[in-house]
């Protein structure tokens, strides 16, 4: 044979020989069964004859043949992904680069070489004892499976010859007409068929040169079950993660971009990598990072909470609303201040596609690691958890959102800091949220000092620092309908001085032109 114009380099050009040599052998030895003709007959329309085939080795073993039949390395993708093709325009047999650049002291790789080239010699036959058409089906597989001694069933072969084995080779610019060897989606199949894991199958087509998408399309795409049903994006994924291409190729980002170029949602991609034994950070890491969308972008913190909370490592696998929470927030660069933008995402996540109740997202909130922020002003452990409640969407008023942090846990003042700070609600809109909203588990409201010790501590405030004036406390007080001796005394419990309150509650009277009756 001779190669043209296509300069292998030495390892390619040695691994050719060693196929070549290989392929020879197994024709010499075929050749001298006494079944031989009767098997090849009629795999060409029973046009040839044992002279033909004789004719042939002996061109072979004279190296004669290298002057009707030429060998050029091509990369797979200029064959749409056939490791090899014969094009009778040009009387040459194509080759892959990619897989004769493999390790040929793996047997399965010189093995999956030696078909290649038996096939293609089996299309180049064909052209010579059919000069006026190709044989239908692929003849060149069943020639090459009959030589190998392959098994082959009758449907095999009834469905290897409805096959359309033609395509086109990309030579320079110019498109070139060929018969293509079997594709991964038919080797894959068979493979299965004959009983292999989706494990050994990945392997397999490692072996034999195709790379991470077309064995993810021939796992997905080509295998056909028993039942008529197609593998699950589980099986795909195991079929990848185990062809032998981990290291600097496929890594979990890889794996599932992969999965989601094929078909697969981020529910199923993260299923898929549990299912490899992924963890839940590598599957976060995963959807978030290696996922690229048709537009270039990648998932958002929505996506990848739908995918992670539904991975199957939900209730005793120990993922809950709080560690979901972490998990996001790991993704961004600093995890206690995530930002806005994140905490509204989220938020609405966890309402609208999770389903979480107004208690369950303060609960998760302040068991994940958001409730460490340092950069909050106010000291208040609930700050984290208002902001993803506001933001959430749901439809609570404040005197519920009062209640809800009293049940969680929440004091007067820090309660007052949420209401104050977070929902924008007036020193008097607070006192009478605290007021009307918060209910005790003896179903009592809070008393009139607990209402002002709540309203003093709105004075951390997160937007000014400025802090509450007791003519502040005063006002709000009366405001919601408090008598005046009552205010003092609210005041005398929080421990105000008697000068001050005096004067916080003259001040307020004048300002408000009310009549100074009894200061308590």
């Known amino acids: 044979?001779?190669?043209?114009?296509?300069?292998?380099?030495?390892?390619?050009?040695?691994?050719?020989?060693?196929?070549?040599?290989?392929?020879?052998?197994?024709?010499?030895?075929?050749?001298?069964?006494?079944?031989?003709?009767?098997?090849?007959?009629?795999?060409?329309?029973?046009?040839?004859?044992?002279?033909?085939?004789?004719?042939?080795?002996?061109?072979?073993?004279?190296?004669?043949?290298?002057?009707?039949?030429?060998?050029?390395?091509v990369s797979s993708q200029a064959m749409q992904g056939a490791n090899g093709a014969f094009s009778a325009e040009t009387s040459t047999i194509y080759l892959s680069s990619e897989y004769f650049s493999q390790d040929f002291s793996n047997p399965d790789i010189l093995t999956g070489a030696t078909e290649i080239i038996l096939?293609?010699?089996?299309?180049?036959?064909?052209?010579?004892?059919?000069?006026?058409?190709?044989?239908?089906?692929?003849?060149?597989?069943?020639?090459?499976?009959?030589?190998?001694?392959?098994?082959?069933?009758?449907?095999?072969?009834?469905?290897?010859n409805l096959e359309e084995d033609s395509g086109f080779v990309s030579i320079d610019g110019k498109q070139i007409a060929i018969e293509k060897n079997s594709n991964a989606n038919k080797i894959a199949d068979k493979l299965w068929d004959s009983g292999k894991k989706v494990q050994e199958i990945g392997v397999e087509l490692k072996n034999r040169g195709f790379d991470l998408k077309t064995i993810t399309k021939a796992l997905d795409d080509g295998i056909t079950k028993a039942d008529g049903s197609s593998l699950d994006y589980t099986e795909v994924a195991l079929g990848i993660w185990n062809s032998g291409y981990q290291g600097?190729?496929?890594?979990?980002?890889?794996?599932?971009?992969?999965?989601?170029?094929?078909?697969?949602?981020?529910?199923?991609?993260?299923?898929?990598?549990?299912g490899i034994d992924s963890s839940l950070p590598v599957i976060a890491d995963a959807l978030?990072?290696?996922?690229?969308?048709?537009?270039?972008?990648?998932?958002?913190?929505?996506?990848?909470?739908?995918?992670?909370?539904?991975?199957?490592?939900?209730?005793?696998?120990?993922?809950?609303?709080?560690?979901?929470?972490?998990?996001?927030?790991?993704?961004?660069?600093?995890?206690?201040?995530?930002?806005?933008?994140?905490v509204t995402e989220v938020s609405q996540t966890l309402y609208y596609q999770l389903g979480f109740s107004a208690a369950e997202i303060v609960g998760s909130v302040f068991n994940s690691q958001l409730n460490t922020n340092g950069d909050n002003p106010t000291g208040n452990r609930f700050i984290s958890a208002s902001l993803f409640l506001r933001n959430s969407g749901l439809a609570l008023n404040t005197k519920e959102v009062a209640d809800l942090f009293w049940d969680s846990g929440a004091n007067q003042k820090e309660i007052s800091q949420i209401l104050y700070n977070v929902f924008d609600r007036s020193l008097t809109e607070v006192a009478y949220d605290m007021k009307t909203g918060i209910t005790s588990s003896d179903g009592s409201g809070l008393n009139l000092v607990e209402i002002a010790l709540g309203l003093s501590g709105a004075e951390f405030s997160v937007n000014d620092n400025s802090p509450v004036s007791g003519s502040q406390i005063v006002t709000a007080?009366?405001?919601?309908?408090?008598?005046?001796?009552?205010?003092?005394?609210?005041?005398?419990?929080?421990?105000?001085?008697?000068?001050?309150?005096?004067?916080?509650?003259l001040r307020d009277l004048q300002e408000n032109k009310l009549p100074a009756t009894n200061l308590g």
């Not at 998932?299 to 992670?308: E, M, N, R």
Request: charged share 25%; net charge negative; aromatic share 8%.
């Open 119 to 160: 096939e293609e010699v089996g299309h180049f036959i064909d052209t010579k004892i059919n000069p006026d058409g190709d044989t239908p089906g692929d003849e060149g597989e069943i020639f090459a499976a009959t030589i190998l001694e392959f098994p082959l069933t009758d449907k095999d072969k009834q469905l290897i």
């Open 1 to 73: 044979f001779i190669d043209k114009e296509s300069n292998p380099n030495r390892e390619i050009t040695n691994n050719l020989e060693v196929s070549l040599q290989s392929a020879y052998n197994n024709l010499i030895d075929f050749s001298q069964t006494d079944d031989f003709l009767s098997q090849v007959t009629p795999i060409f329309v029973e046009n040839i004859t044992a002279n033909t085939f004789q004719e042939l080795i002996k061109k072979w073993e004279s190296d004669d043949l290298d002057e009707m039949l030429g060998i050029q390395f």
């Open 288 to 342: 978030k990072f290696g996922v690229t969308k048709t537009d270039g972008s990648n998932l958002g913190f929505s996506s990848v909470a739908v995918g992670i909370w539904n991975s199957g490592y939900t209730g005793e696998d120990g993922l809950n609303g709080s560690g979901l929470i972490d998990l996001l927030a790991n993704l961004v660069p600093d995890p206690t201040a995530p930002g806005e933008e994140f």
């Open 248 to 274: 600097d190729q496929l890594d979990s980002r890889v794996l599932a971009d992969l999965l989601w170029d094929e078909g697969a949602n981020e529910i199923e991609v993260s299923q898929s990598l549990k």
């Open 477 to 505: 007080l009366l405001q919601i309908g408090t008598p005046v001796r009552n205010i003092g005394q609210a005041l005398v419990g929080i421990k105000y001085d008697r000068f001050d309150i005096s004067s916080a509650i």
